[in-house]
């Protein structure tokens, strides 16, 4: 063990070190020959070199009968694999390797490799994968889907509605409506002796697959795939310093966006009309990048602590039109957008005294849009066909700050407190600033034993300029209409929470939420909502052995809104009452069979539910929309020897739903071409058998 030498050790050596070596008693001439060095070892700091941790693999058995089941269980495969792994190898001269997965080969697996020496330099490697399932139950006559081009049967049978396509359902095929993202990267972190630290790194990621668009002729549609092939590139950089009480770096990130299909083609299933056209075709999401410099900064004494950060950046979209179907010229090949990006963050906090404490925040961000502003020619439906119309160069810009205070009152007393303001401003809207300022109180006390309680409230209130509901949207727009997010609004919200262990055993969380927004100046829109929630939690060590864990969460969102059929005064009113119900429960009980055993059961349940009524000189109530999923994970793991453990889960997923969008036939509407009915009622299991090694 390294021994140094003090500041007071200096001191006494320093005062005494001439009569001392003037004895012959100097450092130099100590009889060490009698000293036993190897007892002044610290044997608690010896650090263990080698492989530790565990390593594990898993193979399951899936028998879903609906493709959504995949996103609980996590693989749409009626076999899947997995391999799990926590490795760590520590070398003798300091150099490490950290390995991190889970459910590695299933749909959501992750791995995270780190390799370097501690305080030099580390190399990091990592990829995810994610997915995502709505059906594999679609209809559709098209062939080529996940492709760029569209094609009916060369015997398809046009109608001037879906009942007059005579070869509609024999020419439907299922199609997967499915997302699939993977993500890997690798970066370098080098860090030298003193204050410097750089890093770099690069990730790419690649999403696939299939999803939900519509193509449009005149006043009729068809539900069509569109395809999803996106490469994202991201790369981050930056340089990094610290000293003693402070800290800065400057970061610089970078993102490319690439999509494979610039447009999409499909044939028009319906007899063209109007002058429609027999094949159709629709930009998709074109390539573009973002850059953006970040310098960072933070200050800290016993007291205070300041950070603050800017940050500049530029995104831009340079793809060409699609020109396929148009018959206008353009006054350019793109649009050849370039947005401006500006932000500023400031975060300042002091304590006055023991007892006090304030704190200050200022956030800036601001989106200016630089792209040249054209003249183009409209195709539209209706009577707007050929006119022209320009580009509109949105700019937003947003101001945040707050204040807040910390007091405690006595030692089982505290109370803090605050005042928020938020200022956005938006070019070319129906408003173009509003403002909002909200103060808030929270009050928490701890004084009974086996108590902790809070509870917090705020009051807030937005308003803003002169509100134009016409001035740059649309004049076939109410003038009395007011989007919620611009309206005024007066928002009132209550808090509360309680916690209490009544015995060391049992601990119950109990908490409250009550919000409600009141859009007092607004006729036609969005007028009240209101939001109330609670949740009980409780944890409960039955024994030494066996525990149980419980939850449960209500809410419910209620709306009113109002609406008008003569672009005047309101004639219709709607009352929509959303509630989610969340229930769940966990039992575990540990070491049986000499302690080699575990048991487990963990289940939840969930159920959501919409119900809509509109008021207009009668009350019709449009029916619930509901859904509900039960899951049940049984498990067992049975520590097999003393390096080795095996686990066995059971999975159960129940799932229904009655979405009235998705219990349609691809006909049931004349002129729109679905796809089919796609609810989901299922009852789905999964059973995975898994072994670990310790190392």
């Known amino acids: 063990m390294k021994m140094k030498l003090n500041l007071i050790t200096l001191a006494l050596l320093t005062g005494s070190s001439f009569s001392v070596m ?25 650090v263990e070199t080698g492989f530790s941790g565990d390593v594990g693999v898993g193979v399951g058995y899936n028998s879903e009968e609906d493709i959504k089941s995949a996103n609980a269980f996590g693989s749409d495969e009626e076999f899947a694999g997995k391999v799990d792994a926590n490795v760590r190898y520590i070398g003798e001269t300091g150099y490490q390797a950290d390995i991190q997965a889970s459910d590695l080969g299933l749909d959501n697996g992750r791995l995270n490799v780190d390799i370097g020496k501690l305080g030099t330099y580390n190399l990091n490697f990592n990829y995810r994968s994610i997915a995502t399932y709505h059906t594999d139950k679609a209809m559709t006559p098209y062939s080529g889907s996940g492709t760029d081009d569209l094609t009916l049967p060369g015997n398809w049978v046009t109608g001037g509605s879906t009942g007059d ?37 690069f990730e790419r990621e690649e999403k696939t697959g299939t999803k939900q668009a519509s193509g449009s002729f005149y ?145 800036y961000s601001d989106r200016e849009n630089n792209t040249n502003v054209e003249e183009w020619t409209q195709i539209s439906i209706n009577s707007a066909n050929g006119q022209v119309a320009y580009n509109t160069p949105y700019d937003y810009t947003n101001h945040r700050a707050k204040l807040a205070a910390n007091y405690r009152i006595t030692r089982d007393l505290r109370l803090d407190g605050g005042y928020d303001y938020r200022r956005d401003e938006r070019s070319y809207q129906d408003r173009e600033t509003t403002d909002e300022n909200t103060v808030w109180a929270r009050l928490r006390v701890n004084t009974f034993e086996r108590w902790d309680m809070w509870v917090k409230g705020s009051y807030g209130s937005r308003d803003g300029s002169n509100y134009s509901a016409s001035e740059w949207t649309s004049s076939e727009q109410n003038k009395l209409l007011r989007k919620y997010y611009l309206a005024d609004r007066d928002r009132t919200q209550v808090e509360v929470r309680v916690s209490h262990t009544p015995i060391d055993s049992l601990t119950i969380d109990l908490g409250a939420r009550f919000a409600q ?64 119900d969340v229930v769940g429960a966990g039992l575990m009980y540990d070491n049986l069979m000499d302690s080699k055993l575990r048991l487990g059961l963990d289940y939840t349940y969930s159920n959501s539910d919409s119900t809509t009524q509109v008021t207009q000189g009668i009350t019709g109530d449009y029916g619930d929309y509901y859904a509900k999923v039960h899951n049940v994970n049984a498990y067992a793991t049975y520590q097999a020897s003393e390096k080795m453990a095996l686990r066995l889960d059971y999975r159960i997923e129940k799932y229904e739903d009655n979405d009235a969008a998705n219990e349609i036939n691809p006909d049931t509407i004349w002129n729109v071409l679905s796809f089919g009915n796609n609810s989901h009622d299922y009852t789905a299991h999964m059973v995975m058998l898994s072994m670990s090694y310790k190392l």
Not at 339 to 360: C, E, K, M, Y
Not at 557 to 579: H, M, P
């Open 22 to 46: 003037a004895n012959g008693y100097g450092i130099s001439n100590a009889n060490t020959e009698s000293v036993k060095f190897d007892k002044w070892q610290c044997k608690r700091c010896t």
């Open 165 to 201: 396509m005579t070869q509609l359902y024999s020419s439907v095929n299922p199609l997967e409506l499915s997302l699939k993202r993977e993500r890997a990267g690798m970066g370098l972190e080098y860090q030298t002796e003193s204050m410097f630290k750089t890093y770099v790194s």
């Open 219 to 363: 006043n009729q549609s068809m539900m069509i795939a569109e395809p999803v092939d996106y490469t994202t590139d991201t790369i981050e950089a930056g340089i990094k310093l610290r000293g003693d009480n402070w800290f800065t770096s400057l970061n610089y990130n970078g993102s490319i966006f690439k999509n494979s299909n610039s447009q999409l083609a499909f044939d028009n299933a319906f007899t063209p009309t109007f002058g429609a056209q027999e094949r159709g075709y629709m930009a998709l999401d074109p390539d573009n990048e973002s850059h953006t410099v970040s310098l960072l900064g933070q200050y800290n004494t016993t007291s205070t602590a300041l950070s603050g950060r800017m940050m500049l950046g530029k995104m831009t979209q340079d793809e060409e039109f699609v020109t396929s179907g148009y018959g206008y010229t353009l006054p350019s090949e793109s649009l050849d957008a370039s947005v401006d990006l500006t932000g500023i963050n400031l975060r300042g906090s002091h304590r006055v005294n023991r007892d006090l404490r304030l704190s200050a925040s200022y956030d």
């Open 517 to 580: 927004d009141d859009y007092s100046n607004t006729e036609i829109g969005l007028t009240e909502s209101k939001d109330t929630s609670y949740d009980l939690n409780l944890h409960y060590m039955v024994s030494e052995n066996m525990s149980l864990n419980a939850f449960y969460n209500h809410q419910v969102i209620d709306t009113a809104q109002a609406g008008s059929s003569n672009f005047g005064s309101a004639t219709w009113y709607s009352d929509v009452e959303d509630k989610v």
